[in-house]
């Protein structure tokens, strides 16, 4: 059954809501006729059903039904902080990290990295990745839409996540191939087998091509968060962030 987004979705049965342009073109191309089903979502984890009542030449009104309780999200919150990636693959890592199940996305520009963003063309990129999340979710049958965060430096983004002013993650790890704990023991020991200890909170820092400096992994160290290793191979900007959101999944999801 097709799923669209909604900002702002009234979830109240026999109301009748003109869809959004985006949508109503999807719509349109998937040549739905009036009856025909369909799924709505809002993006806060509110779905429901709806029914097709009239196809205009642009325009596509239908009726909400009946909530949708279908639960998909990780049962821990994960933010994935990431070196941004050149050329498409950001938006491959958006696409894919939001399939897996990512609470929130804070691209960063590092010493090495290759894409360097800001003013204008930073917040139309966020926007971008953020209509990608969205598409994500709408094919995932995810009904929270992970946060992608304006662009930051890793250095003022680090200061700020450790004083809280944006972030409070519980269990904090920097992705390294230096001296680093794997994630087996590093998991083993941060989260406890009661599960209602877990913590629900968790970050994860990964540098772009050629990743992290020495001093942006020192300073990661020095305000409290742990070297983590995937092992021993050397894994892309683009694939690392991944990896480790897939293990959580695995660790945490029934």
Request: glycine share 8%.
């Amino acid at each position: 059954m097709p799923r669209f987004h909604i900002e702002s979705l009234s979830m109240r049965p026999g109301a009748e809501v003109s869809l959004p342009d985006g949508a109503a073109r999807h719509v349109q191309v998937l040549r739905m006729q009036p009856g025909d089903a369909l799924r709505l979502f809002d993006g806060q984890g509110q779905e429901c059903l709806a029914t097709v009542m009239e196809m205009g030449r642009k325009s596509v009104t239908v009726t909400l039904g009946e909530p949708v309780h279908e639960p998909r999200e990780l049962p821990v919150r994960v933010t994935l902080a990431m070196g941004m990636p050149a050329n498409d693959r950001m938006d491959a890592l958006v696409e894919k990290a939001a399939e897996l199940g990512v609470y929130a996305i804070q691209p960063l520009v590092c010493a090495r990295s290759v894409l360097r963003l800001d003013g204008e063309r930073a917040a139309k990129k966020v926007a971008h990745w953020q209509a990608v999340a969205v598409s994500a979710c709408e094919q995932s049958g995810r009904a929270v839409v992970p946060q992608v965060h304006p662009v930051r430096s890793v250095s003022s983004w680090l200061q700020s996540a450790e004083a809280g002013t944006e972030l409070e993650p519980v269990m904090r790890g920097v992705l390294s191939l230096r001296d680093a704990v794997s994630v087996r023991q590093w998991l083993a020991t941060a989260a406890p087998q009661d599960a209602a200890k877990v913590p629900r909170d968790w970050c994860f820092l990964s540098g772009p091509e050629g990743g992290l400096s020495a001093e942006e992994e020192a300073l990661a160290l020095s305000l409290g968060w742990s070297a983590v290793s995937l092992g021993r191979r050397v894994l892309r900007a683009d694939t690392a962030p991944l990896a480790m959101l897939s293990v959580l999944g695995a660790q945490f999801e029934g």
